[in-house]
């Protein structure tokens, strides 16, 4: 098994990393957590490969426990699904002393994890991230959020778990485009910190050259974040550094209604654009962009859009969290395996 662990005081957590890890949940579970009763929240693809597993494990270790599923998709991170949420842990008469599990990819983890930061003004929780993109990036660092209809993540919190635990066996039951789609995140991580992280990457042939490798992929993307999340736990420095791609990326999934383009793909495309616009301005080392585009088609990501211009994108990019008092904070790369933030203004996209 591989191990880290985020140090961030009182809030700090584990990181387990094991291929068939999802079969001794509860046994893990009962390392970190002492109570009786425990709330699973999943979607309705994870709960039918693996929500019964999982109620089997925790009860063999002697907890109480009850099951929701909700939609998959985007749509599920909306705000009208909170009381939804919320009406279940009062039904299941879920207190602060008990335990609430996020099982599932992005959006699970994210809306899950929000509701239990809110309600009765935070409950523990757990994250068991299914979808590769979850796994090497957003079950670790405690940002959980909803989104508006203006804008993702715009309502959210930091509310780190308890623990997290990852089984890469699960993948073998990912849609093949979701796979791809969380390679996004691991080409990100070489590109703003490992140039040799970046390189391995492009030995990688098939789906399967990559999953013989998997352990290590997930184990070296939660260790860059983990770092990162250690030197600037609220966002607010280096933390930025992680958004690479996101500003353009997040702005387009939400220009097309979230149905067009998946997270991973929408931030293959920011990677590029912004790189080539650096390039251009002499802020990004030249052939950069080139070497994006390659290795984005190489796993099956969309490198560039289907308009002419970004002008329709922009107004969305000027909601974007990182833009403060007009300034928006740009993630931009020196070369592959450096990256930094470049204050500029919303003309920079045009």
Known sequence: MKKLFVHLGDRSYPILIEKGLLEQVGEEIKKVYAGRKIFVVTDVHVNQH?????????????????????????????????????????????????????????????????????????????????????????SVGGKVAVDLDRGKNLVGSFYHPKLVLIDPNVLHTLEERFFWDGMAEVIKYGCIKDVNLFNELKNYQSMEMVMEHIENIIYRCCEIKKEVVEEDEKDTGNRMLLNFGHTLGHAIETFYQYKKYTHGEAVAIGMYEISKRAEEKGLTEKGVAEQIMQIVQQYHLPYQLEIPSLTPILETIQLDKKNINDVLHVILLKRIGESYIKETTIDFFK
């Open 50 to 138: 693996y929500g019964r597993n999982v109620l089997t494990s925790l009860e063999h270790a002697g907890f109480q426990v009850d099951l929701l599923a909700l939609p998959a998709g985007e749509e599920t991170k909306s705000f009208h699904i909170l009381p939804k949420i919320y009406n279940q842990f009062l039904d299941f008469k879920l207190s602060r002393s008990d335990l609430i599990i996020a099982l599932g990819g992005g959006v699970i983890g994210d809306i899950v994890g929000f509701a239990a930061s809110t309600y009765l003004r935070g409950v523990p929780y757990v994250q068991i991230p299914t979808s590769l993109l979850a796994q090497v990036d957003s």
